[in-house]
């Protein structure tokens, strides 16, 4: 007997193969996405920043080194020793609680690698203490690492808060005005106030938020707040805090309410120009010039060479002044003319030694006769 080959022999066969895959896929599909899950997460682990340093214990005014690796390559990082924080829970007060004057910047490498000195310097918050080396631009990340400040007060953690979570209830709103120095340029200030509540079930103790100040296309500058008070589950609280830019500032800026990595709020926020201090760049270019010309006419004036006739006018006698309350004396004109003449012969005689009163020709004399007359 012939056996003929064809398709309904081949999906007879392959029906025991097929069968077999579909009872095992099941058991390896969890195998499976287990490994998926857990490449992310090792890769992850290989790549998040630590901290390591030289000494775990040092005295103020000592030094210790501190080294750190899988950061991002060439990112600016700032290393401070803070105190009331662990590894576990961070900084607690934020950098408030960090001895922020001892501080040191450092730049990773191309590997995310680096190594700096730090001076050894009391925190303004009691120990445990860590040195908390954080990110500055760019992606946000951070690592602590233990450290104990030799002869610096110790005092137990404050009580968990984690399981409180706030949000803002009503719209954030900017108070203040802007005073007549901030017209000349003077920093503008304002408060932001909002109105949080905790809808967590426990309480939020001295919380610490972040403002940001965002102009134009830029990245907004982040800054730490920290509000004195308790917000119980499921209460209210009113908040303000303020709000401050850089000197000169004008434009349209953004301001942004962080608290933890959730950003709660934003606010616009228009500035008008400083025309002060155009007003007062324009009076200082009309004003200095007019000052030095002036001045410059005066050494002018005083060092020219004067002529005889402004010396001979300048050093005549005044004439007799005329009383006051007296009627002005009028003398005709033919009369004046004959004074006039009289003064210019008398002048005359003068200067003519060769007459005397004696001797000058009279008009009572007689005339000389002729001859022949009696």
Known sequence: MTRRTGPETLRRAASPARLLTLAVLPALLPALF?????????????????????????????????????????????????????????????????????????????????????????????????????????????????????GHPTAELPRRTGGGKLAVLAATRLEGDSSLLTWFGAPPARRLVFTVGNLGPAPVEDPVFEIGTAHGVYAPQWEERQWRGTVAPGARARIALPVELSAGAHGDYQISLRYGKKVLAEQPWGIGRPWGVTLFWVLLCLVVPAAVFRIGMAVVDRIRPRTVGAHRTAGARPGPAVSKGLPRRTTPVARTARSAAAADADATTAVLPWFTPDSAPSENRPRPTTKGQA
């Open 34 to 150: 287990l490994s998926v899950l857990a490449v992310p997460g090792a890769r992850a682990a290989e790549s998040a920043p630590t901290v390591s340093l030289s000494k775990k214990e040092a005295g103020k005014g000592g030094e210790i080194t501190v080294s750190g690796k899988g950061w991002r390559g060439e990112a600016l990082l700032m290393v401070l020793i803070c105190g009331q924080a662990t590894p576990e829970r961070g900084v607690i007060g934020g950098t408030n609680s960090c001895a922020n004057g001892t501080g040191r910047a450092v730049t990773t490498d191309k590997k995310g690698a680096f190594s700096k000195k730090l001076p050894v310097a009391e925190p303004p918050e009691p120990c445990p203490c860590v040195v908390h080396v954080a990110t500055v631009t760019g992606e946000q990340a951070s690592a602590d690492a233990a450290f104990t400040v030799a």
